[in-house]
């Protein structure tokens, strides 16, 4: 009796699918672990435009990457969930995955299956986290001088660290922007409420503008340049003449008519352009288009109006100058006015910018960030972001832990320790969740010059001749290139991600390792979408394709391929 294929013709089984995610695993490990620490190296990414990104960002990197096997796909998710809630460690959490995975194949060869693997590195995360609140400290999230240091280790190593001059002290700029919006109250701060602005110029430049920049220059040049105590009228509708959504004729029968239609148009603009002086504003920005008329009737009468803002613009405007959007400007309320000590002008990079500065109770600044490069300026944002999400995490949780690879050597350690009294084969897959997480202080020495097997020796050795009790933070001093207890409050960092990269690194490889079957099906090219909502798809080409042929050639609908 012949038996039916399980499977159509264009359905793959991938053959030793769960060896091929664990390979892939590895290969993500030793492409971005080069990138780690103070030393680590940049990578450059080329993308089908010829458009290129130079970063040591490993989320950055990871999401520029276009991988195909789902667990390459998986552990980007994971790496991109790091940085979403805690901005820092997505590096570690690569390391800590791909080393997983390799301790995984390991575990396999020796004849251990992976529900058993699972419940160890389930088990070993339990000892992980049990040893991280152990060991963290509690500090005052109004302490500038822990936010301070923070700052510096976050930014060790990292290019606007690298680039900027030391007297422009980047540091203490984002730490006063945090600081100045922050509600201690509730210790929440929002990471939007502080807006990055880019411009190409010198780095020296860099400044913090207790206000909002935006990048758009003065609609007239008959308008003032500049106004002391601003007050600022936010608009979403139009002072132009839009045209009707819907089909409508006007019927225009001699010259006459048509001088009124064109009067009439300028009527309605100016009537609403009195308004809004009479209001008493005289800087006016607006989501939507200001024509030229009302443009000459500001410029008269000292206003300052800017046309098309960013629909965010508006929202960081009503933050930062205490505006309202207008609801409508034949009833301006005086509660809709926002007020600034200052608006101006100002020539930036070659471009002119706009100004609103010097907001009483601003809840949101901005960062002008310069750079002379346009690849520099855009990890120059990624870093000042990832600083601003390492200060909002010690905010919420004001908890640290000291950094330089003491704190996974500590958990590395205990997780050891503990792995003695589990009966069983899972003993030796927390063992192996020990040695995974023992080479993020391991990849740190290798990326600063030290040889890795001396470093993991002499790291082993101080804490096994540490006493009972006794807590000591041995770590990997990069400057001297050598192993030796992290003083208090050199390199620390937020509890809240070590406790996050570790939890992510578990939960994807235990994700990859249930996974024991892949089946693919052949992508099919010329895949396309008539203008009636017909989606299909053929292997020929299109060649023999008569989708619309019954209509007869001209009248043929139009085809939109993607």
């Known amino acids: 009796m012949k038996y039916p294929e399980l499977l159509n013709h264009d359905v793959a089984r991938v053959e030793e699918s769960r060896k091929l995610n664990l390979v892939v695993g590895g290969i993500i490990l030793d492409v971005i672990r080069t990138s780690f620490g103070p030393r680590g190296m940049d990578k450059v990414y080329i993308d089908i435009l010829g458009d290129d990104t130079c970063t040591r960002h490993g989320g950055a990197l990871l999401r520029k990457v276009d991988l195909k096997l ?14 979403t809630h805690v901005g820092d460690g997505t590096i570690s959490s690569a390391i800590l995955i791909g080393m997983l995975l390799r301790k995984s194949e390991e575990l396999l060869k020796m004849g251990i299956s992976p529900p058993t693997i699972i419940r160890g590195y389930e088990k070993a995360l339990e000892f992980a986290l049990d040893t991280l609140d152990k060991i963290k400290k509690k500090e005052d999230n109004r302490d500038k001088k822990i936010m301070h240091r923070l700052v510096t280790s976050c930014l060790a190593g990292k290019a606007i660290a690298d680039l900027v001059p030391e007297d422009m002290q980047i540091v203490d700029l984002i730490v006063d922007a945090v600081f100045s919006i922050t509600n201690f109250q509730k210790n929440s701060l929002d990471v939007d409420d502080i807006k990055i602005e880019e411009k190409a ?11 909002t920049v935006i990048d758009k220059t003065i609609d007239d040049s008959a308008m003032p340049r500049s106004i002391e105590n601003a007050k600022i009228l936010l608009l979403n509708e139009p002072l132009e003449m839009m045209r009707t959504k819907t089909d409508e004729q006007i019927q225009i029968d001699s010259p006459e008519q048509m001088v009124l239609y064109l009067n009439q148009e300028k009527i309605d603009i100016l009537a609403k352009a009195k308004k809004i002086v009479s209001s008493g504003a005289n800087v006016v920005i607006s989501r939507k288009g200001i024509n030229s008329i009302a443009q000459e009737y500001f410029a008269k009468n000292g206003v300052i109006s800017l046309r098309r803002a960013k629909i965010n613009d508006l929202l960081w405007l009503e933050r930062s100058t205490g505006a309202k959007t207008c609801k409508s400007v034949e009833d301006i309320s005086q509660d809709e006015l926002g007020f600034a000590k200052r608006v101006y002008e100002k020539n930036v990079g070659g471009d002119k910018m706009l100004f609103i500065d010097g907001c009483n109770d601003s809840k949101s600044l901005t960062i002008l960030l310069r750079c002379s490069s346009k690849r520099y300026l855009d990890e120059f944002h990624r870093d000042t972001l990832n600083a601003i999400y390492v200060l909002r995490n010690f905010i919420e949780n004001p908890f640290i832990v000291r950094g ?23 003993q030796i897959v927390i063992e192996k969740f020990a040695d995974a997480i023992e080479e993020i202080p391991i990849t740190l020495a290798r990326n600063v010059g030290m040889d890795p097997i001396d470093t993991l020796t002499q790291l082993r050795s101080k804490y096994a001749n540490c006493q009972d009790g006794s807590l000591k933070w041995y770590g990997i001093d990069s400057q001297n290139r050598k192993v030796s207890e992290i003083p208090p409050g050199e390199i620390i960092e937020t509890l809240a991600v070590k406790q996050q990269f570790i939890r992510t690194g578990v939960e994807i490889a235990n994700m990859i390792l249930n996974v024991n079957d892949i089946f693919m099906k052949d992508e099919i090219d010329n895949t396309h979408c008539h203008i009636d909502g ?29």
């Open 70 to 83: 789902p667990a390459a796909k998986a552990i980007i998710e994971g790496v991109n969930a790091v940085d």
């Open 201 to 211: 110029g010198n780095t020296n430049k860099i400044q913090l503008v207790r206000g």
């Open 404 to 426: 330089c690879g003491s704190t996974e050597a500590i958990i590395a350690n205990n997780v050891r320790k503990q792995s003695a009294t589990i009966e069983g084969r899972e």
């Open 534 to 562: 017909t989606v299909h798809a053929h292997h020929d080409g299109g060649k023999a394709h008569n989708h619309f042929e019954q209509e007869g050639l001209e009248q043929r609908q139009m085809h939109h391929y993607y």
